[in-house]
């Protein structure tokens, strides 16, 4: 997946990202078969296990989020509409 689509995170457009995010989200679709180009690059969180099995802070070293985590099982076009500055905060209560 990476081969395909580098590093660069598409949920906040910066370098560093470690993790496979699906576009469908595992949450909502948990029996999809696992392919490449309905994923990208992703930002991780704190602790997650790198190929040592050592723990590393996987974060947005730019921006300082868990994109993938923080993103969840938000529907992408929901992800994305947050504006970048401010995250992916619950916009909800203010509507
Ligand atoms: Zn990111
Ligand atoms: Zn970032």
Not at 60 to 83: E, M, V, W
């Amino acid at each position: 997946m990476f081969n395909l689509y580098g590093r660069v995170c598409h949920l906040c457009g910066h370098p560093g990202a470690t993790q496979a995010d699906h576009l469908d989200p595992l949450a909502n679709r948990p029996n999809q078969v696992p392919d490449p180009t309905r994923m990208r690059p992703a930002h991780g969180n704190r602790n997650q296990v790198g190929p040592g099995g050592e723990l590393f802070d996987a974060r947005c070293q730019t921006c300082g989020q868990a994109c993938n985590q923080d993103r969840g099982a938000k529907r992408l076009a929901d992800a994305l509409a947050a504006p970048e500055a401010e995250g992916f905060e619950d916009y909800s209560d203010r509507i």
